[in-house]
């Protein structure tokens, strides 16, 4: 039987100690009219072997290509360390942490990740992880809320994450919070500050600062940080880990600094794998430590005065406070928190600066090529990270089919979350791409245009 | 010795991050970013050492036996991860388009016929990433459900005091007000309090069975009947589903919709917390409210439905598509298991924890529902042990872990005494649970004859007893080189 090693005299044995003559009788309390009839939609079972030839033939069929998608989600090296200590049995197959004394590694590691993630932020403290960047965005709006008091309002600009913002929805419509959005500006595509400036005499929890945008566009993080502080608001940013190796730390922005910063922690060592798992981080000020969800670990000592670490500040969470929790979470992303922990080791604070600055760079690179081929235009005349939005003068849809074709993915249209964005590509280079690559997107990309023409 | 301290400043690893710095930055000077952050610069040696090391301070499922309640912790099949993590799976983008990405989408669609099946559901969806967030999007269903239906005045959902403390967690988080009943003694829900706790207010009812008790709700139908006499609705936590696999549908029990902790039940790994998924499943009468992304499979092409196909979604709950690696766990998990496998899950492990029970109580530990079959974990009271010597339950958890077990879930349920919630996994074999069980005649032992040893475990860890209040007073929660 596969992972059941009883044998026959196991069972018999067994069996007697309790006092039952077969493993049905054990079932005897479930209601006859409940027990089920036959499964009809589970296949047999197969061999290792078997089911191995099928996933490498699932695998195939899904192929390779070369990307220049992100809109969230980014290809980036992971060395090879990584995964192989990750996914040792040890991390790999171990509980959460409540037994302290029995789980010392994973302890230390998460309380490394926090400093390593609160110093990338530029921010005091930081939890172990939450589920992914939506999310994080969605509790940090709850968290804002519950410190605010007096209002049930979030500011949100429509440079944030599409999806961000309709999870943010989803979850916080359950306890009648309001989500305002703020147009962009169809000129910079950065938060329009005339329509933000409609909002000042309005009470908000929270104003949300992404930066680098949805669009890739930096945004004026300072004015909108204090924007928000003169207001009594809480400022949130919504960060990518990589550029904060490059780019002003939100605990830096305006006067005050953010109070909470959030983001996808996928970038950081985590595979693309069609979407996760990722884990998301959320980074605060001191003072709003006791608002945080999800698990946080704190350094102290045993009965001998030895350094070592436990889950702290408990009182926040459902196991303990139940209906008062800050939060429902329970199950985190330790693993993939394992996994970005090693990878920031590796790197260090040059190995991540340069990967944000080869994606920064990379990606300038492309648009510059891209933008003298005729018919494409920057949608956006704004300083960017790592991504930007362009502008076809053909249908993009069919031009992204062209490129498919070629073994390219061309980016994605922005149009489905922004109708006036017609025709318009996200386009992202990290790193990994060579100049070969770029000049292979920029050639089939010219043919492409042709066609369409 | 913290990773920071291995540091030294202008160690780098060369292979692993770009050579040199490049030539372009068109980042303005006032957004960049002038300070360096506290990342640690180490060799790939070091690192490797250091976390390899670090990770031999835990107790793992590779390494220990996890008698933890509620949590499942059966062996993380080698295959499900090696196959999970193919090259071409873990390139893929979540944005790339649908016909770059069909033998994954074929992986998913099949994993949810085969959860609708299992579960006795009529549709389900993937996206949720742990059984807390499958609870919060159940009872999100269950408010878009009646507030579509104009049935506004329901405002509370009822839980029984044996519930994770996730239900009334999630419960507030929706927006509701929470009604906690109490539990019989033969460890059933008080049906007299169900009945005078029902009503116009009643949104639902959050259960788990077998619920955490360890004992199959027997008058689970009635209870059934009587929430939605009253027009509530019935919300499945299962995190108890590996009870009743392949024996018990939840539909046939008359939820309307369930979450399934596929880092239980499938074998998925827990990763030291996480991730986990956990699909949730409808009945029909929820069928238009689940969250999307949902995978569908029309004329022989995979796809995803989204908001356009599903108006009355209660939408998304993730930026993609939930977990999908842990996903394909799952699904390699139930492949390899079979139609055949599913149901002796739940038959071996209720074996183990009826046999563990039956030892346990030849011992003289105090059984919390001894009139009662044990599902896949049962109860142990220490209650009596205490009075008598003065050593709690955790001070038994903590010696366990002496002799080289992971303890037992201690302290919960929190309505019985000095608890220990014991389950042991089908994975594990009779020679594993004898030497458990002789761990714990020893402690037994040790109890009469040195009470006071045994109150102050561990001894053979690497750490003594950790100072929690020291943690939670003193807070230290980033490392500070100034010190």
């Known amino acids: ?453 | 010795m913290l990773i920071f301290e291995h540091s030294r400043k202008n160690r780098r690893n060369y292979s692993q991050a770009p050579a040199t710095r490049p030539a372009k930055n068109n980042i303005p000077d006032h957004l960049k970013r002038k300070s360096t952050p506290l990342l640690p610069e180490v060799s790939e040696m070091d690192t490797v050492r250091h976390y390899t090391r670090l990770s031999q301070k835990n107790f793992s499922i590779d390494t220990e036996f996890y008698p933890l309640g509620s949590c499942t912790m059966k062996y993380n099949p080698r295959a499900c991860n090696s196959l999970a993590m193919l090259p071409q799976f873990l390139s893929r983008h979540p944005l790339a388009p649908e016909d770059t990405g069909q033998g994954f989408l074929a992986c998913m669609y099949e994993l949810q016929e085969i959860l609708k099946d299992i579960t006795g559901m009529a549709a389900v969806s993937l996206t949720s990433m742990a059984g807390a967030q499958g609870e919060l999007i159940g009872i999100t269903m269950i408010r878009a459900y009646h507030e579509a239906h104009g049935d506004t005045g329901r405002t509370e959902i009822i839980i029984p005091d044996a519930a994770h403390g996730t239900n009334p967690a999630t419960a507030v988080m929706c927006g509701y007000k929470v009604i906690e009943i109490p539990t019989n003694r033969d460890g059933d829900v008080d049906m007299d309090a169900l009945k005078a706790a029902v009503g116009p207010k009643t949104a639902g009812l959050m259960l788990t069975n077998p619920s955490t008790l360890g004992v199959f709700e027997k008058k689970v139908a009635e209870m059934s009947r009587i929430v939605h006499a009253a027009g509530g609705l019935l919300y499945y936590d299962g995190a108890n589903l590996n009870a009743v696999l392949g024996k018990v549908k939840p539909g046939d029990m008359g939820f309307d919709v369930i979450h399934m902790n596929l880092h239980k039940t499938f074998s998925t790994p827990h990763g030291g917390g996480g991730p986990g998924a956990a699909p949730v499943g409808v009945a029909e009468r929820l069928l238009p409210y689940l969250p999307v992304p949902i995978v569908a499979h029309e004329q022989g092409v995979y796809r995803w439905l989204t908001e356009e196909d599903r108006p009355q979604t209660i939408g998304r709950l993730s930026a993609h598509m939930g977990n999908a690696g842990v996903l394909l766990r799952a699904y390699i998990y139930v492949r390899l298991l079979g139609a055949e496998g599913m149901h002796r899950i739940s038959e071996y492990a209720t074996l183990n924890a009826n046999y563990l029970m039956a030892e346990l109580r030849k011992l003289g530990f105090e059984i919390a529902y001894p009139n009662r079959r044990a599902s896949h974990e049962f109860i142990v009271t220490m209650k009596e042990i205490k009075d008598r010597t003065g050593v709690t339950a955790m001070n038994l958890a903590k010696r366990l872990l002496d002799k080289g077990f992971h303890a037992p879930t201690t302290y919960f349920p929190l309505l019985v005494p000095e608890c220990l919630l014991i389950e042991p996994a089908e994975t594990e074999s009779k020679e594993t649970l004898d030497r458990f069980v002789a761990a714990m005649k020893e402690i037994l032992d040790e109890i009469a004859t040195q009470p006071d040893m045994v109150k102050a475990a561990p001894h053979d860890m690497p750490l003594r007893k950790i100072d929690d209040v020291k943690a939670a007073r003193e807070l230290d929660l980033v490392w500070d080189p100034a010190g």
């Open chain 1, 1 to 453: 039987m596969p992972f059941i090693p009883h044998t026959e005299e196991d069972v018999a044995e067994m069996l007697t100690s309790i006092g039952a003559r077969s493993i049905d009788e054990l079932f005897d309390e479930i209601p006859a009219e409940l027990k089920t009839g036959k499964l009809t939609q589970v296949p047999p079972g197969l061999s290792e072997m078997e089911i191995s030839r099928l996933m490498y033939e699932r695998a195939q069929q899904d192929g390779f290509y070369l990307s220049f998608i992100g809109a969230g989600a980014y290809e980036h090296h992971i060395p090879a360390a990584v995964w192989q200590i990750t996914t040792r049995g040890e991390f790999y197959s171990s509980y959460t942490p409540y037994q302290a004394e029995a789980s010392q590694g994973t302890l230390q590691l998460l309380y490394e990740y926090q400093t390593m993630m609160a110093s990338l932020a530029g921010m005091d403290v930081s939890n172990a992880s939450l589920y992914d960047g939506a999310s994080a965005l969605a509790e940090a709006a709850l968290m804002a809320v519950r410190q605010h008091r007096t209002s049930r309002r979030i500011l949100v600009p429509q440079t944030v994450h599409p999806v961000y913002r309709s999870v943010m929805r989803t979850i916080v419509r359950n306890q009648a919070i309001e989500v305002v959005e703020v147009p962009y500006d169809p000129a910079t595509g950065q938060v329009a500050i005339d329509k933000l400036d409609q909002f000042a005499q309005e009470e908000f929890a929270a104003l949300i600062i992404p930066q680098p945008n949805f669009f890739g566009v930096l945004e004026q993080v300072d004015a909108l940080t204090d924007w928000a502080h003169d207001k009594q608001s809480l400022a949130v940013a919504v960060v990518n880990p990589t550029s904060l190796a490059m780019l002003k730390p939100p605990g830096e922005w305006g006067r005050r600094g953010a109070d909470i910063a959030v983001g996808e922690g996928q970038p950081l060592g985590i595979p693309l794998s069609s979407g996760g798992p990722y884990f998301g981080f959320m980074t605060c000020k001191q003072e709003l430590v006791r608002q945080m969800p999800g698990r946080i670990i704190g350094r102290t000592t045993d009965l001998e005065g030895k350094e070592g670490f436990a889950l702290t500040l408990q009182a926040r969470e459902q196991h303990i406070r139940r209906s008062k929790a800050t939060s429902n979470i329970c199950t985190n992303q330790g693993l993939m928190v394992t996994a970005a922990t090693i990878y920031m080791s590796l790197l260090g604070p040059e190995g991540l600066y340069r990967v944000a600055a080869h994606s920064h760079a990379n990606t300038v690179a492309l648009v510059e090529q891209l933008e003298k081929l005729p018919g494409v235009k920057k949608a956006f005349h704004s300083p960017f990270f790592h991504e930007a939005a362009l502008q076809l003068s053909v249908p993009a849809d069919k031009v992204l089919n062209r490129l498919k074709a070629q073994g390219v993915l061309g980016g994605v249209l922005l149009e489905n979350h922004y109708p006036d964005l017609k025709n318009t590509l996200l386009v992202c280079a990290t790193e990994t791409k060579t100049a070969e690559d770029l000049d292979k997107y920029t050639e089939v990309l010219r043919q492409a245009l042709a066609a369409s023409a």
